[in-house]
């Protein structure tokens, strides 16, 4: 198994998974969504609120800003010593919200939360919140913890996480008269003519639409399409609670685990036997 980095960018990352199989890279998938903790709002204390917005509504509104997660400094309620309802520091980050409106409109954002440690805030701060009319206010606690996805969409460390079959494109030139139709129809650009010969540019970008087929005049087109099925193509997009790539390693290191404790359970049964 072998994997390398295609195009990587503050919160998208392209990555090829060579030499594995469907399960895996499925699984690999899987895990990036459900399995990869990250830091969300789960409680919120309001202490005023005479807005429009119900207090269960302003709720939901702030677990879902993403927040920026340290998974060295933090863990899970459930793994801490503290074994409290309330947390700790080791167990949960707080934020405090206080903003009114004067004499005009005002939008509370993301960025008016204000955090206890630095290291957990909001990765956007102008994330809208909430509309204040004159004269109304909002102050409230909130209280972030490490969740999976598993247990709430907001606890998902990527917005999009997909893979495809590695494309394989072949051209028969002794078919192909170089009309360029398939180049033109291409949505793409996945083939261009050279020296009035038609190439292959780029295969990766190939989604096999087929498009290029469909279009073209000959009888025979010169064209085959197909994929590889122990090469994957895999496009990650982090909504900025985590890096892309510590993404993918704290999904590699879950399958790990989850494989040992899989053998651990099937030794444990093979020796009742």
Same mark, same amino acid.
């Given at each position: 198994?072998?994997?390398?980095?295609i195009?990587?960018?503050?919160?998208?990352?392209?990555?090829?998974?060579?030499?594995?199989?469907?399960?895996?890279?499925?699984?690999?998938?899987?895990?990036?969504?459900?399995?990869?903790?990250?830091?969300?709002i789960?409680?919120?204390i309001?202490?005023e609120?005479?807005?429009?917005?119900?207090?269960?509504f302003?709720?939901?509104?702030l677990?879902?800003?993403?927040l920026?997660?340290?998974?060295d400094?933090?863990?899970?309620?459930?793994?801490?010593?503290?074994?409290?309802?309330?947390?700790?520091?080791?167990?949960r980050?707080?934020?405090?919200?206080?903003?009114?409106?004067?004499?005009s409109n005002?939008?509370v954002?993301?960025?008016?939360?204000?955090?206890e440690?630095?290291?957990i805030?909001?990765?956007?701060?102008r994330?809208?919140?909430?509309?204040?009319?004159?004269?109304?206010?909002?102050?409230?606690? &909130?209280? @972030?913890?490490?969740?999976?996805?598993?247990e709430? =969409? !907001?606890?998902?460390p990527?917005? #999009?996480?997909t893979?495809?079959?590695?494309?394989?494109?072949s051209?028969?030139?002794?078919?192909?008269?170089?009309c360029?139709?398939c180049?033109?129809?291409?949505?793409r650009?996945?083939l261009?003519?050279?020296?009035?010969?038609?190439?292959v540019?780029?295969?990766?970008e190939?989604?096999?639409?087929?498009?290029?087929?469909?279009h073209c005049?000959?009888?025979t087109?010169?064209?085959?399409?197909?994929w590889?099925e122990?090469?994957?193509?895999?496009?990650?997009?982090?909504?900025? &609670?985590? @890096?892309?790539?510590?993404?993918v390693?704290?999904a =590699? !290191?879950?399958?790990?685990?989850? #494989?040992?404790?899989l053998?651990e359970?099937?030794k444990e049964m093979?020796?009742k036997?």
């Open positions: 198994m072998e994997l390398s980095i195009k990587q960018e503050d919160e998208i990352l392209r990555f090829m998974l060579e030499k594995s199989t469907p399960a895996f890279a499925n699984a690999l998938r899987r895990i990036m969504i459900a399995e990869v903790p990250t830091m969300a789960d409680d919120v309001i202490i609120n005479t807005s429009v917005i119900f207090d269960e302003l709720a939901h509104r677990g879902l800003v993403p920026t997660t340290d998974l400094a933090y863990v899970p309620p459930e793994e801490c010593d503290c074994k409290s309802e309330l947390g700790c520091n080791r167990c980050a707080s934020f405090t919200l206080e903003v009114e409106a004067a004499d005002v939008t954002y993301s960025g008016d939360l204000k955090p440690n630095p290291a805030r909001p990765v956007n701060d994330i809208p919140v909430v509309k204040l009319a004159p004269t109304q206010k909002l102050r409230l606690e &909130a209280y @972030a913890r490490l969740g999976r996805g598993r709430h =969409a !907001k606890w998902q990527v917005s #999009a996480c893979y495809k079959f590695l494309p394989r494109i051209v028969n030139l002794n078919r192909c008269d170089g360029g139709d180049v033109k129809y291409c949505p650009r996945v261009e003519m050279e020296n009035g010969k038609l190439a540019k780029d295969v990766l190939c989604t096999l639409c087929s498009e290029c087929i469909r005049q000959k009888k087109c010169p064209i085959d399409l197909g590889s122990e090469d994957f193509i895999f496009y990650i997009e982090s909504t900025g &609670a985590l @890096a892309p790539t510590k993404i390693e704290q =590699a !290191k879950q399958i790990g685990e989850k #494989a040992l404790k053998a359970l099937i093979t020796s036997t």
